[in-house]
C-alpha cells in the first residue's frame, strides 16, 4: 500500500457517524472516515455478533477491547485479544468474525 495525497489531520471518533450492519446475530457498529481510496474503521462488534458473510477483502485490524474469533474459509481459526492484530490481503484467505463477549476494532482497509 502506497499512501498519497492524504494531508495531516487527526479524527475525533467521538463525533463520526454511526451505521449499524446486522450480522447473522447481533450487530457491528461502525464509524468510518474515507481517506483517499483508503478506508480507516472503529467497529464495535456487540455480544453474540456472528458475520452473515465470508469477506474477501483486505484488513489491518488491531483489537482494542473484548475478543474477536476468526474462521477462515480453510477451517483455520484465530483469536484476537487486547493489543493483537491481524492482516491479510485482499482475496488471499476468505474470513468471517464472530465474538461471544463484543469487541471493539481498529480496522484498516
Same mark, same amino acid.
Given at each position: 500500500?502506497?499512501?498519497?495525497?492524504?494531508?495531516?489531520?487527526?479524527?475525533?471518533?467521538?463525533?463520526?457517524?454511526?451505521?449499524?450492519?446486522?450480522?447473522?446475530?447481533?450487530?457491528?457498529?461502525?464509524?468510518?472516515?474515507?481517506?483517499?481510496?483508503?478506508?480507516?474503521?472503529?467497529?464495535?462488534?456487540?455480544?453474540?455478533?456472528?458475520?452473515?458473510?465470508?469477506?474477501?477483502? &483486505?484488513?489491518?485490524? !488491531?483489537? =482494542?477491547? #473484548?475478543?474477536?474469533?476468526?474462521?477462515?474459509? %480453510? &477451517?483455520?481459526?484465530? !483469536?484476537? =485479544?487486547? #493489543?493483537?492484530?491481524?492482516?491479510?490481503?485482499? %482475496?488471499?484467505?476468505?474470513?468471517?468474525?464472530?465474538?461471544?463477549?463484543?469487541?471493539?476494532?481498529?480496522?484498516?482497509?
Amino acid at each position: 500500500m502506497k499512501i498519497t495525497g492524504i494531508p495531516f489531520s487527526t479524527i475525533d471518533w467521538s463525533k463520526v457517524e454511526i451505521e449499524e450492519h446486522k450480522g447473522e446475530t447481533g450487530s457491528a457498529f461502525w464509524k468510518t472516515k474515507m481517506l483517499g481510496e483508503i478506508r480507516v474503521r472503529m467497529v464495535e462488534y456487540t455480544p453474540g455478533y456472528v458475520a452473515d458473510h465470508w469477506c474477501s477483502k &483486505g484488513h489491518i485490524i !488491531l483489537c =482494542l477491547d #473484548g475478543e474477536l474469533h476468526t474462521e477462515l474459509k %480453510d &477451517g483455520t481459526k484465530s !483469536l484476537l =485479544l487486547p #493489543g493483537m492484530s491481524y492482516q491479510v490481503a485482499d %482475496d488471499l484467505a476468505p474470513h468471517r468474525s464472530r465474538t461471544k463477549t463484543g469487541t471493539k476494532l481498529f480496522i484498516v482497509d
